[in-house]
């Protein structure tokens, strides 16, 4: 673990606490309707549909969804996990008043070490595209959730893929750009290997792209639904 830590990191290097600051004006609020074609308003609603008040966040960033989506109870479980502490940092005060659960881990490997036992739904927002590799290589990061989960967990989440990406001329500008300089990575990302690495391990799976945003949901399957 000590050893994956140490790594320098592209998927984590523009969340300095500048970045963190320009991103909800300029990612969530400019950059998400205008050139990937995903209103936030239908990211906070994918939100709503899918969160619990047993929650774990994965790659939180500034916690703009997490601050939006609104919980059944007021004292949900809420554990924030990143491997980028700024991101920790922020969106713990942001959300203070649930007063979350900070976790430094690395989506890369196992999620092992938490403690109160399994989560009822667990978020992948907008860190899939972030991790180098081809999508059945990032797939790995749903058998890391593992430890997290037990059936019925819900996992979603969203993340860019290159589908969409010829249809507009600000994306075939942007996205080269972004994976340059490695701050995302998935030109060879494609909805339909997201699909498929969902529905190789759990059941409910949906996918649905929205401009260049592939949203995803999936539910984890008992031993038995698992055998059918
Ligand atoms: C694009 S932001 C997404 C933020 C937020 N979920 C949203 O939807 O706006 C990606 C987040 O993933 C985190 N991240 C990137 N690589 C990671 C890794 N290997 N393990 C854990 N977190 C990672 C970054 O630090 C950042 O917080």
């Given at each position: 673990?000590?050893?994956?830590?140490?790594?320098?990191?592209?998927?984590?290097?523009?969340?300095?606490?500048?970045?963190?600051?320009?991103?909800?004006?300029?990612?969530?609020?400019?950059?998400?309707?205008?050139?990937?074609?995903?209103?936030?308003?239908?990211?906070?609603?994918?939100?709503?549909?899918?969160?619990?008040?047993?929650?774990?966040?994965?790659?939180?960033?500034?916690?703009?969804?997490?601050?939006?989506?609104?919980?059944?109870?007021?004292?949900?479980?809420?554990?924030?996990?990143?491997?980028?502490?700024?991101?920790?940092?922020?969106?713990?005060?942001?959300?203070?008043?649930?007063?979350?659960?900070?976790?430094?881990?690395?989506?890369?490997?196992?999620?092992?070490?938490?403690?109160?036992?399994?989560?009822?739904?667990?978020?992948?927002?907008?860190?899939?595209?972030?991790?180098?590799?081809?999508l059945?290589?990032?797939?790995?990061?749903?058998?890391?959730?593992?430890?997290?989960?037990?059936?019925?967990?819900?996992?979603?989440?969203?993340?860019?893929v290159y589908?969409?990406?010829?249809?507009?001329?600000?994306?075939?500008?942007?996205?080269?750009?972004?994976?340059?300089?490695?701050?995302?990575?998935n030109?060879?990302d494609?909805?339909?290997?997201?699909?498929?690495?969902?529905?190789?391990?759990?059941?409910?799976?949906?996918?649905?792209?929205?401009?260049?945003?592939?949203?995803?949901?999936?539910?984890?399957?008992?031993?038995?639904?698992?055998?059918?």
């Amino acid at each position: 673990m000590l050893a994956t830590l140490s790594l320098p990191r592209h998927s984590i290097k523009a969340y300095t606490k500048l970045g963190l600051h320009v991103y909800d004006p300029l990612i969530v609020n400019l950059v998400a309707p205008r050139v990937w074609g995903c209103d936030p308003e239908v990211l906070v609603e994918h939100y709503r549909r899918h969160v619990t008040f047993n929650h774990a966040d994965i790659g939180v960033g500034t916690g703009f969804f997490l601050d939006r989506c609104g919980f059944e109870s007021p004292n949900p479980r809420l554990a924030l996990i990143d491997l980028q502490p700024n991101c920790l940092a922020h969106t713990a005060r942001r959300l203070s008043r649930y007063r979350p659960s900070t976790y430094l881990r690395d989506v890369l490997d196992p999620m092992t070490g938490l403690p109160g036992g399994p989560f009822d739904s667990v978020a992948l927002g907008g860190i899939i595209h972030c991790l180098a590799g081809d999508l059945p290589f990032k797939s790995r990061v749903f058998d890391n959730i593992r430890p997290l989960t037990r059936p019925g967990t819900k996992i979603f989440g969203y993340t860019l893929v290159y589908d969409g990406v010829p249809l507009r001329i600000s994306r075939r500008l942007v996205h080269p750009l972004l994976n340059r300089l490695r701050v995302i990575d998935n030109t060879n990302d494609r909805s339909s290997d997201l699909h498929a690495a969902l529905s190789a391990r759990f059941i409910d799976c949906n996918v649905e792209l929205i401009g260049c945003m592939a949203l995803f949901s999936a539910v984890v399957p008992t031993a038995a639904s698992t055998r059918q």
